[in-house]
């Protein structure tokens, strides 16, 4: 079965780490595109960070420099390191992935990945 599966969710207080790893399971191709997507409650599914399989990154501005994507070389396993944690971080993020090559540079939409995690929750206290 392809799926995704993530973890490495919790509650840490303001300033904290956490690392979120992102497992691609059933597909033997190595995905074009994997990224950390976020939803805060009453609000829109947001970018977090892209990574491509060449190893190029992206990242929103609210994360810059305070979070890292990473890839296991050649395997669909994606990590999401943040460091000095926000309440505004919290969220349940997602990871999403794209077979395919895609036209433009990214960010991608939300609508050009193929598949999605069921989320792991991130609880930032103040």
């Known amino acids: 079965q392809v799926q995704l599966v993530e973890s490495g969710g919790g509650s840490v207080q303001a300033g904290g780490s956490l690392r979120l790893s992102c497992v691609g399971h059933?597909?033997?191709?190595?995905?074009?595109?994997m990224a950390w997507f976020r939803q805060a409650p009453g609000k829109e599914r947001e970018g977090v960070a892209i990574i491509e399989r060449a190893g190029r990154t992206t990242y929103a501005e609210s994360v810059k420099g305070r979070f890292t994507i990473s890839r296991d070389g050649f395997k669909n396993i994606m990590y999401l390191q943040m460091n000095s944690l926000k309440p505004e971080d919290t969220a349940m993020y997602y990871c999403?992935?794209?077979?395919?090559?895609?036209?433009?540079?990214?960010?991608?939409?939300?609508?050009?990945?193929?598949?999605w995690g069921q989320g792991t929750q991130v609880t930032v206290s103040s």
């Open positions: 999403a992935a794209r077979r395919g090559a895609y036209a433009s540079l990214p960010p991608l939409p939300l609508s050009e990945y193929d598949r």
């Open positions: 059933g597909y033997a191709a190595i995905y074009a595109y």
